[in-house]
């Protein structure tokens, strides 16, 4: 008789494994729930490609130290209050959207074709600014050299916890003084179904001889609690060992975030919904502001308040004694200010009340506020004897501002001599591009406002993200005396097995809008994990996150400190090869007198015998003093000190007008050697004693290898010239080139990737 309790299941036939891909989501609360502002995801490949174990590890520790450190979060709250709005906006449904369904993908096929996503070059990220954050933590880790795939994703992109390929990381920003962290993720197996007692006893039986079973890819855990793991909790789970081989930052990292909180249970309802047959709508109803606020008297003073100032042109800020003591004046305030912001004027009255709303601690936040103008902004930054707030930071959409011209917003900022920072934002909804770059041009002709001010541009986020140029080529608006370094032209030795030679790269850095002590720090970090670009596994841009996610300054602790700044944004646009398949790089520019620094990296080979990929590094900070020296026209000789100045980072510090302990700039600059030596040591074999691993090249050497570089450039625009003269069709064969969908003929080359633009650059 046949047992009718039984009931049919899946036996797993091993352990299980964890998740081999990942989701990362940046979530705030917002009208009453934790939404997505940022997403991103990672597809692991072969055993070394996914981040799993240590590398996700450390992927959390790094994304964690970048949203923790304070020199973000003015720009962090500024689109989080955008946010606000963005999901409360739905009386149209204009955000209304589907759920976007990460890749199934085929686990048993770790380097199969649909791992391979092309980047979205049309997708417009909201937040542009938590975005980048998010994917410069996910793709790179400067101090242990851990790169990883890395692509932006929709916000109303969902995790399911029956994926056998994908796992979910959160991060909850709604506290910037306490960002959580969770991991989501559950074993996988080979699993066989087991329809009947009688499968039941024959697998038993099976099971005892030397048969191999297999079966489908199963989810193995039935039971999959809602929650987030930690570190410590994810590598126990899933039985991760901390490989011998692993620096001490591993064992940092965990220890790091066993202090950070998880993220709550709550928090993960949007982007983990119960199933498909019941969703929760991404848009949601909540008002941006509290609906506690009741429509009484008191707020029918504060509305004749706003009414009243708006009339006049000047406000005693004596005058409001009475009605400031009202309960909870402020939030009522600033919800009566938005509600009627369409009548906003620009008196000195009116930049007063909006002072007196939206400024707190020091820094004016008018991302909400519509209809603002030039003069609005100039009236609430007016700095008056009897103001005792001073405002340092301050944010607005750009998109929001109204009868004023770039000009007007330059000049209306200039005035304020106490901001030290400046959010311009954008629309979630418009991209605003363009104004960005007019707003930074007439920016760049106040160079006393940019010097003594940290501005951010959201727009530069945003072209980065859809990896498209944002400052124009031809010529440049880039202010070289507040950021000096125009480019960095580095050559690594390789050896053929026939001898060594030299593969020649440029960075180019104008558009990272990098100050001398900022560059200085990401370029150290940048020097400690210097690879050849095409030895980088995953991304080739990855090492140039490193200048955009650094240490504020070089007192600054790497490991606790990760400024975010503009991503180099002609460097990550350009793709991996050239239809004639050399590397690319982007245009090495001329150097001309007072028109900023090069930076030349050699990165040489011992020459031990028995001793392979030891390299030290050598380098020199340039610029040409007389006459322009010029890529079409080079000099037909080394230049002479008269012509070229050569110096160490001391002295390029010193010239730029940085004052800073040169104690800690060598404390720096001996830690990277340090790790340059330890990197190249790690195998074993020893470093030689008469080789520093970090040195400064003379003034000989740099002009030998400037020449070099300059014959190099020239070498490659000639050649790219031939290559697209040449019928695409004639050379089928190609390597694959990564990062433009792998396409393997020239001739889908040329239909994707319009090379045109790229030949017009190199002019």
């Not at 009208?31 to 450390?58: K, Y």
């Not at 720009?75 to 906006?89: M, N, T």
């Not at 991996?576 to 001309?592: E, G, M, Q, W, Y």
């Not at 900070?621 to 000789?637: Q, T, W």
Request: glycine share 6%.
């Amino acid at each position: 008789m046949a047992d009718v309790t039984f009931k049919p299941y899946w036996r797993p036939l091993g352990e299980g494994s964890g998740p081999n891909s990942w989701v990362f989501f940046v979530l705030a609360k917002l009208a009453g729930h934790h939404c997505p502002v940022a997403v991103v995801s990672s597809i692991g490949g072969c055993e070394e490609e996914s981040l799993h174990g240590v590398p996700l590890v450390t992927c959390c520790r790094r994304i964690v130290t970048i949203l923790s450190d304070p020199a973000n979060h003015t720009a962090i709250r500024g689109e989080l209050a955008l946010a606000s709005d963005y999901y409360a906006r739905n009386d149209l449904g204009e955000h209304r959207r589907e759920p976007v369904e990460l890749p199934q993908l085929n686990r048993r096929q770790p380097e199969g074709p649909d791992r391979v996503r092309p980047w979205d070059r049309t997708m417009v990220a909201q937040f542009p600014f938590i975005y980048a954050s998010l994917l410069q933590g996910v793709a790179l880790d400067p101090l242990s050299g851990r790169n990883a795939p890395h692509r932006p994703e929709p916000l109303a992109t969902v995790y399911r916890d029956t994926d056998i390929e994908w796992g979910m990381v959160v991060f909850d920003i709604t506290d910037l003084s306490a960002v959580r962290y969770g991991i989501v993720g559950f074993a996988v197996a080979m699993a066989r179904f087991i329809p009947s007692i009688e499968e039941e006893r024959k697998q038993l039986f099976s099971g005892l001889g030397f048969h191999f079973l297999e079966g489908p890819l199963k989810v193995i855990d039935e039971v999959r609690p809602r929650a987030a793991m930690s570190a410590s909790e994810y590598m126990k789970k899933f039985k991760y060992p901390i490989p011998d081989y692993s620096n001490s930052h591993h064992t940092e990292d965990i220890r790091r975030l066993a202090t950070i909180q998880l993220v709550e249970s709550s928090a993960l309802e949007l982007v983990w919904p119960p199933d498909q047959d019941n969703e929760i709508p991404l848009t949601l109803t909540n008002p941006p502001v509290n609906t506690h606020i009741s429509r009484d008297l008191q707020d029918q003073t504060i509305r004749r308040l706003i009414q009243e100032t708006y009339r006049t042109s000047d406000l005693e800020i004596s005058h409001l004694d009475e009605v400031r003591k009202l309960p909870d004046f402020h939030e009522r305030l600033r919800h009566n200010m938005l509600e009627y912001s369409g009548s906003i004027g620009s008196t000195r009255s009116s930049g007063r009340l909006i002072r007196l709303a939206f400024a707190q601690n020091g820094h004016l936040g008018l991302e909400r506020l519509k209809n603002l103008s030039a003069d609005s902004i100039s009236a609430a930054l007016d700095e008056r004897p009897d103001v005792n707030d001073s405002i340092r930071s301050l944010s607005f959409c750009i998109n929001n501002i109204r009868d004023s011209t770039p000009a007007q917003i330059a000049d209306a900022l200039s005035r304020t001599k106490g901001l030290r920072e400046i959010c311009l934002l954008q629309s979630p909804t418009h991209d605003s591009k363009l104004l960005s770059v007019q707003l930074f041009a007439e920016l760049a002709s106040r160079t006393e406002l940019l010097s003594r001010t940290n501005v951010i541009f959201a727009g530069a986020y945003s072209a980065a993200l859809r990896k498209q140029f944002w400052l124009p080529t031809r010529s440049s608006l880039v202010p070289m005396g507040i950021f000096p370094v125009q480019q960095i032209f580095v050559r690594h030795e390789r050896s053929n097995g026939r001898g060594f030679v030299f593969n020649y790269n440029h960075v180019h850095m104008e558009d990272g809008l990098l100050k001398p002590e900022r560059f200085a720090a990401g370029f150290l970090l940048w020097l400690s994990t210097l690879q050849s670009k095409g030895e980088w596994m995953f991304t080739e841009a990855a090492p140039c996150f490193t200048f955009s996610s650094a240490p504020s300054s070089l007192a600054s602790d790497p490991e606790s400190s990760a400024q975010v700044s503009s991503i180099l944004c002609e460097d990550l646009s350009l793709p991996f090869s050239t239809p004639n398949h050399s590397i690319s790089s982007p245009k090495a520019r001329n150097l001309v007198p007072g028109g900023g620094w090069t930076v030349l990296v050699s990165q040489e080979e011992n020459r031990v015998k028995g001793v392979w990929n030891q390299y030290r590094i050598r380098f020199a900070f340039i610029r040409a003093l007389r006459r322009s020296i010029l890529v079409d026209d080079p000099p037909s000789s080394p230049l002479g000190p008269d012509e070229l100045e050569v110096c160490g980072l001391k002295e390029f510090l010193s010239a730029t007008g940085v004052e800073i302990d040169p104690k800690v700039v060598d404390l720096r600059l001996q830690n990277t050697a340090h790790k340059i030596l330890a990197m190249a040591t790690a195998d074993g074999y020893p470093w030689p004693a008469d080789v520093d691993p970090l040195s400064v090249l003379s003034h000989t050497e740099a002009a030998t290898v400037l020449s070099e570089f300059l014959d190099n450039a020239r070498m490659q625009k000639q050649e790219l010239r031939r290559a697209m003269e040449e019928d695409p069709k004639s050379e089928p064969q190609v390597s694959p080139i990564r990062h433009v969908n792998r396409i393997p003929t020239n001739v889908e080359v040329y239909n994707v990737v319009d090379w045109s633009w790229y030949l017009e650059l190199m002019e």
